[in-house]
Nanobody
Framework: QVQLVESGGGLVQTGGSLRLACAGSGRTFSTYTMGWFRQAPGKEREFVAAIGWGGVLTYYADSVKGRFTISRDNAKNTVYLQMNSLKPEDTAVYYC?????????????????WGQGTQVTVSS
């Protein structure tokens, strides 16, 4: 089992940057595919990015491609989401999630473990 805790959210102006971190517990963290999702009020949970266990394979939603970068440090059991050129439409609660398969999925139903979320607010 993996426990996940996100951090790094906050309030930022349009065009600004934030770096989210997700710390995982457990010796098997490095074997999980990790994903970032977000959910805005009144909307469904939306895929943002995913990264394979080795940190080489990545997958992004079109809406964040070129602005966000997912990475991981397995020695620290941590996955990151660097968010640049933020827009008001990026405002949401951001969640990290772990999937035991090697497939980089954008479907939240494929992820077994979830963090509690961290709020990101982008002001215009």
């Amino acid at each position: 089992q993996v426990q996940l805790v996100e951090s790094g959210g906050g309030l930022v102006q349009t065009g600004g940057s934030l770096r989210l971190a997700c710390a995982g517990s457990g010796r098997t963290f490095s074997t999980y595919t990790m994903g970032w999702f977000r959910q805005a009020p009144g909307k469904e949970r939306e895929f943002v990015a995913a990264i394979g266990w080795g940190g080489v394979l990545t997958y992004y939603a079109d809406s964040v491609k070129g602005r966000f970068t997912i990475s991981r440090d397995n020695a620290k059991n941590t996955v990151y989401l660097q968010m640049n050129s933020l827009k008001p439409e990026d405002t949401a609660v951001y969640y990290c999630a772990a999937d035991s398969s090697t497939y980089l999925s954008g479907n939240p139903n494929d992820y077994h473990y979830w963090g509690q979320g961290t709020q990101v607010t982008v002001s215009s």
